[in-house]
């Protein structure tokens, strides 16, 4: 290890030995549990100390015996990819009373458990907080009945608990995104789309009833990705008299044109009297007031089922292996934790702090604040529904501001799914603004040609779930066209534009802004927003498409490895795209369970080749008698996808055979994912708000010009926010002979896939640790910060 720099903090010094941990679910399950589940188990056994399972929630831990039991690193096999919770779950009205707490602390200094894992909702992190408070208490207790040592009083004096929220409503104030969230938004857009195709057949309206009995983010977000015509949450009534304007709304939207009306309610949608508004009764006005046909569908549990998305795996795996640090790192004194996500970061909040915070949001709601339950949901709530008013509802042209301003929007360098919904954001929020907005076909090879046309609301309808470019786009840079696309900014009076792509769009904008002092023309504001599966584009953390393709990939590995089931002892080479950025491979590796992935940014050798074909050979001794592999298809011009394949096959003769796939272009195709969806319309809103506020303060004397360096900028995620960032001043942050950025976020990540694979290595763990507080924000944060 000498090796490590000496102001990074790493775990190694956190030893488990002589520790006990229990890890349990409890209350409704939700995809990405067992993820969870197995990241703790095998963290917890890679520093040594003992992991036990508590089936069934704490009615487990009250009942005991069987219920509680020691793990191996193969317990967790193959449960990566499987919905809801191996270990079950349930409700216990015993563990409510102290006698149930008595039996279950009981249950657990049998075991010397004193470190607890609890994935579940605010009602099981509650009970755990409550459990942790009363522990001393009960242990005296169970002394002088005789049931314990004093010994064992003094022993285990106090129970660490750390708490990682699971559940599909994301109702957990604190924390962005809760384990299962993403995936119940997979499986209502899945129907959504199905539904969709059957709506237009027969010009219906559908009624879609999600879950979501005090949160309405499903149905919010679900809104938001699929483009619906109204949506219901609880903490947003309509106002009086929204019956009439939902009935206009929606005989306008027919008179358009437009085949089909979707409407979402959440299942706790109530109205400004706190009345509750169900899917029959929406469904009802809309026949007797507008005569349309109309249908109901109730999703019901079919949100809670099914795989975990790529997305639900990586976080609950980051979180997993967050908890049993945090356990590791607890004292006496340390107050109850969640692990929790805030924009990309991992961190630590007090439980307590969360929980209360989640119920305010309900007590504003009881009491008619709505505006105040809104601003309690956190930012990203917030966020979501500012942008779906600004989206669903187009205002009157009367009343409309008019600013004289012609946007374009163009997309660059391959497709990726999401551009489409990035698009139909950008003209939407342009035309509110009071812009003209045009579009531009084919990328800069076709804005030199003159392929250029104003674009309208309706012309962006259903654009949302579309995959692709539907634009159309190319990997052409303007440098060679500098000249016609000049002549066409003047023809066409464009004064700003919007530029949606991959790192070709990158290094497009970087060559208008170097030509300004050429061509007044590119002197105008120029916003890039990030689109590419590679993700692979310096300021931004992630791309819009990359999440779709993971998916993607992670989807094909399930498949493969079950393929694997009935053969045994088999290894799968897998092949991803990704140029010479290895997120793909090392994030599908993380999110699918994989041995190895070999990328670019991490050389390897023969020997490192070599000992992962050990490994494997040992690994098929066990009862999990399959591997996977996966290789970015640029990680090293000789180490081949076919040489590993050929040294693989060899070396593993007698013990494994070997087989290979090369994933290709079914990356880049196929329905945007709902993260992508919205992520590409949240961020693509923003940036034209930015191009409104830069159109003005760059507009004298009857003309647009800017040339400053802060006019041309790429729109990224770092961290825990959206920044506006001057692609000029992220130039030294890019490797452009290999076309990555120089230091790329995910490579932390990169020892967890190596741990839960059960190699030795070390991990940085200078980011987490700290507690925080939970963050209040003002209305005016939600503008500026997060997603």
């Not at 030893?15 to 679910?25: F, M, N, P, Q």
């Not at 209502?188 to 219906?204: C, K, L």
């Not at 584009?537 to 399930?558: F, Q, R, Y």
Request: hydrophobic letters at 40%; proline letters at 3%.
């Amino acid at each position: 290890m000498a090796d490590q720099p000496a102001d990074k903090k790493f775990f190694e010094n956190l030893s488990g030995a002589g520790k006990a941990i229990g890890v349990l679910t409890s209350g409704g399950d939700a995809q990405g549990m067992n993820a969870a589940v197995r990241a703790v188990v095998r963290m917890g056994i890679y520093v040594e100390a003992k992991v036990y399972f508590i089936y069934e929630g704490y009615q487990g831990m009250v009942d005991g015996g069987d219920n509680i039991v020691e793990v191996s690193w193969e317990s967790v096999s193959s449960i990566l990819q499987v919905g809801g919770t191996v270990i079950g779950s349930a409700r216990c009205k015993e563990f409510r009373t102290r006698e149930g707490r008595l039996k279950a602390a009981f249950n657990l200094i049998q075991r010397g458990i004193t470190n607890l894992c609890v994935i579940g909702g605010d009602g099981s992190l509650t009970g755990a907080n409550l459990f942790r408070e009363e522990w001393s208490g009960l242990l005296e207790e169970l002394a002088q009945s005789g049931k314990i040592e004093e010994e064992a009083v003094k022993k285990y004096v106090y129970l660490n608990i750390v708490g990682m929220v699971g559940s599909i409503d994301n109702d957990f104030c604190g924390t962005d995104m809760t384990i299962g969230t993403d995936s119940a938004l997979h499986r209502i857009i899945e129907v959504v789309d199905a539904i969709m195709t059957t709506a237009q057949s027969h010009q219906r309206t559908f009624v879609l009833e999600v879950m979501g009995r005090h949160c309405g983010y499903l149905a919010l977000v679900s809104a938001l990705a699929c483009g619906a015509d109204w949506v219901f949450i609880p903490e947003y009534p309509p106002e009086e008299g929204w019956e009439d304007q939902m009935c206009v709304k929606l005989s306008e939207n027919r008179a358009r044109k437009k085949r089909l009306n979707i409407i979402i309610v959440a299942e706790g949608a109530i109205d400004s009297h706190n009345k509750s508004i169900t899917s029959e009764k929406v469904k009802d006005l809309v026949v007797q007031q507008l005569g349309f046909d109309t249908r109901v569908t109730i999703l019901g549990h079919v949100q809670r089922g099914g795989t975990p998305s790529a997305f639900d795996r990586i976080l609950a795996s980051r979180m997993g292996v967050e908890a049993v640090l945090a356990l590791l790192e607890a004292t006496a004194d340390t107050p109850a934790c969640v692990v929790s996500l805030s924009g990309n970061q991992a961190v630590r909040l007090p439980l307590m702090e969360c929980v209360q915070m989640t119920q305010e949001v309900q007590k504003a709601m009881d009491e008619r604040k709505f505006c105040e339950a809104v601003r309690l949901r956190g930012r990203s709530f917030e966020n979501n529904l500012n942008t779906y008013k600004l989206l669903s509802h187009r205002k009157p042209d009367t009343e409309l501001p008019k600013t004289n301003f012609n946007v374009a929007v163009l997309n660059v360098g391959a497709p990726a799914a999401g551009m489409n919904a990035a698009v139909r954001s950008a003209v939407r929020v342009g035309i509110t603004e009071g812009h003209t907005m045009f579009a531009v076909i084919d990328g800069f090879e076709g804005f030199a040609n003159g392929q250029i046309k104003e674009i309208s609301w309706g012309d962006v309808g259903g654009w949302t779930g579309q995959g692709g470019s539907l634009l159309g786009t190319k990997r052409t840079l303007p440098a060679k066209y500098l000249e016609k696309i000049a002549d066409q900014m003047r023809t066409n009076n464009i004064n700003a534009l919007m530029v949606i792509g991959g790192f070709e769009a990158y290094e497009s904008c970087l060559q208008l802004a170097e030509a300004r002092a050429r061509f007044e023309e590119f002197c105008i504001p120029i916003c890039m927003l990030p689109a590419t599966i590679s993700n692979n584009v310096p300021g931004t953390d992630l791309s819009i498409g990359a999440d779709t393709a993971l998916n993607a990939i992670v989807e094909t590995c399930d498949r493969i490895k079950q393929s694997a089931s009935g053969t045994k002892r088999r290894v799968f080479i897998i092949e991803t795209m990704g140029g010479y950025c290895g997120y793909l491979a090392n994030m599908g590796g993380l999110a699918a369970g994989a041995d190895a992935a070999y990328i670019f940014e991490e050389k390897f050798d023969i020997r490192e080749l070599q000992a992962n074909v050990e490994h494997l050979t040992e690994k098929m001794k066990t009862s999990i008698q399959r591997g996977l592999v996966l290789r970015n298809e640029n990680s090293n011009e000789n180490y081949t996808t076919d040489f590993i394949y050929q040294l693989y096959s060899e070396e593993g003769k007698g013990v494994f055979d070997c087989r290979k796939n090369v994933l290709g272009h079914m990356q880049q195709g196929g329905a945007p994912s709902p993260f992508d969806r919205n992520f590409g319309t949240k961020i693509s809103a923003k940036a034209i708000q930015w191009i409104s506020k830069k159109l003005r303060e760059t507009y004298r004397r009857g003309k647009v010009f800017a040339n400053t360096e802060d006019s041309v900028c790429l729109l990224g995620m770092r961290r825990r926010n959206l920044l506006f960032q001057p692609v000029v001043e992220l130039k030294d942050q890019a490797d452009f002979v290999h076309r990555i950025p120089k230091e790329q976020w995910w490579l932390k990540l990169r020892p967890l896939m190596k741990i839960l694979a059960k190699y030795k290595t070390s991990y940085d763990v200078s980011d987490s640790g700290q507690l925080e507080h939970v963050a209040r924000h003002s209305p005016k944060e939600a503008e500026t910060g997060a997603i």
